[in-house]
Each structure stands twice: as C-alpha cells, then as structure tokens.
C-alpha cells in the first residue's frame, strides 16, 4: 500500500446554487468506527443536485464535502475495527449496514473547517464510518458498475424486490429516465417484469435509452400524459423520480384500481402537491378503489442482507447493467458531470478519482 499522503484533493460546496470548489482537505486521524478509503470511483446521484440547489431549504452544514455512493480501498482503519483490513476493497453506501456508526468526521483545510457526513465520495481520499461501508471480493468485470451499488442499483433492486415488489401482470409506468428511473426498469426487467414503460423529456438520451430495449415514449410537456387520461389508460404500479409534483399530480390520474404511486424522487420542500379526486382513498365511499400513494425508503435495502444478492445479480447481468453509465469525468470535472446530469444529457456519470482499482 502506497504512502498516505497528508493533503488529497476534494470537491466542496460553499454556496448552494454554486459550483463545487475543488480545494486540498488535510487528511484527518482516525476515531472509533472510522476507516480512511482511497476511492477509487463514484456515482452522480440526483440527490447531490438537490442538495446543490436546494430542494430540502437551506444547508446547515456548508461547507461540506460531496457524494453518496463509490468504490475504493481501505487504506487505514482506527484500531477497534475489527471487521475490516486494510486492502480491502470496499463499496461505499448511504443506506447504513448492521454495524456501529462513528462520528461524522470533519476536515481541516485552508479555507477552515470542512463537514462532512459519514459517507462522502467526492474526494482523492475519504474518512468513512464502517456502517458505510461493504467489503466485496473484487472483480475486474464489474469495476466500473462497484460505485452504483452504493445507490442507484441498490434502490432500485430494494425498490423492486423488497419495497414495493410488483406482480408479474403489472403494467408499470417509470416518471423520468435518469439514473434511479432507468435502474428501476432495469432492475424489472432482470426480475422478469415485461409491461414497463419510461416516460422522458429529454430526448438527449434517446441514443442512450434504445440500448435497454424498454419502451420509452419522449414528450415536451403535460400534454401527453393528460391524452393518457383521456384515452383511460391506466397503470398498476408508478414510479416518479422526477419529483416534479405536476408530473406526480397527473401520475396520480394514472393509477389503475388498486394501483400505487411511489415518490422516488423528493419533492422542493414546501411545494405543494394538487391530487385530483382524492375521494378514492376513502374507505367509505363508493368511489374508493384502493389507490395508494408511498413514498420509497431507499428500497429498504439492507447492505449486511442484501448487498451478496445485488452483487450476484449484477454479476450475471452487468453488459446491460454497465449501460446505465453513459459519461466518466475526472475529479477536477466533476461540475461538468453535474451539468450533464441536470441538463438530461447523461443517465449515470462516474467520477474517477484513479485509472484503475489495479493501480491504487
């Protein structure tokens, strides 16, 4: 294992609706229940553009360092931590495993203190608590897939097989064809689900969405989903992961007799949600069919239970899983990932940190 270097590089934010800062954080000693991983690649996830404009209000904790889900190697560990070693190889998640949590670490750098949370992936180098992470036996084939099991694929196989776990003869309607929309129809089709349909409004992505052989129709704006209503087409299962609560309001409208609408991506905080007919929730009255609206818990996904059954599934499925990443930048670009993302021209971005697991 090569030297610990006393600085590394790491994407910061200081301001929401600004771009993260890419600045030298001091790498910090290690308390109870903390590792240090040299990651080694990470995933854009839609969460973090949330919390960069601001979806859930104000951020009390700027400035703090960025990302939720990667790929790395242990290469230091406090001395209580008996359940890794260094060298492992290691996913990190945000869902939190069975182990004991740490404290959130923080970072000394020259523009003061930076917070962090008790997984942060953005960075040369990360001090991660041991419930944040997942050792793994490495595979050269799925590299480039480790650092979307730390989300994206682990909601959507939670979402799939444990959440909400839809019948075989359900038609399913996906808001919004991003990383977390694309997974969910992935994740159900490899589950033997076959009456999926995404619906996107960027046609960007049209190059990128053909490669999974999932229906996917394009539309500019409401107008196509109002025809659906009209038309009384209906779905028995709808996944939103736009958050757009117009789009939510008009999925509603979608619902089949006993159909359940699932709010996957998060709503602005304070925004308000208008449900049309709301008297088919009520039990007792006769216009009640049994619709449901939910909202998911990251899949229910139990990293200590469920990260071996994910793991294999992916192993037997990942040319097609591997398509979900359509972009890699570097660190020192990784605003350009976030661009790509939020102007719907990319499904999933990695950010590498280093060429190669091989090569750490």
Known sequence: MKNIPDVFKGAVMFRQKRPLKIINLKTPALEKNQVLVKVISA????????????????????PHCMGHEGFGIIVKKNINVKDFDVGNYVILHWRKSNLESSFAPTYESSFGRINAGYVTTFQEYSVISINRITKINFKKKLEKIYPLLGCVLSTAFGIISKEIVPKKKDKILIIGAGGVGVSIAVMAKILGLNNILIIEKSTLKRKYLSKFNIKTIYFKNSYFLKEYIKKNIRFDKIFDTTGDNRLISLGFQLLNKNGELVIVGQPKQGSILKIHDPIRFCKLNKSYDGVRITASDGGLFNPSTDMNKLI?????????????????????DVNKGLSLVEGGRAIRVLVKMSKNAEQT
Not at 43 to 62: S, T
Not at 316 to 326: D, G, S
């Open 43 to 62: 995933g854009i996830c839609g969460a973090q553009l949330g919390e960069i404009n601001g979806v859930k209000g104000p951020d009390k904790w700027l």
């Open 312 to 332: 294999k599934l992916v192993s037997k499925n990942f040319k097609l899983i591997a398509k979900i990443i359509t972009h890699e930048v570097n660190l020192k």
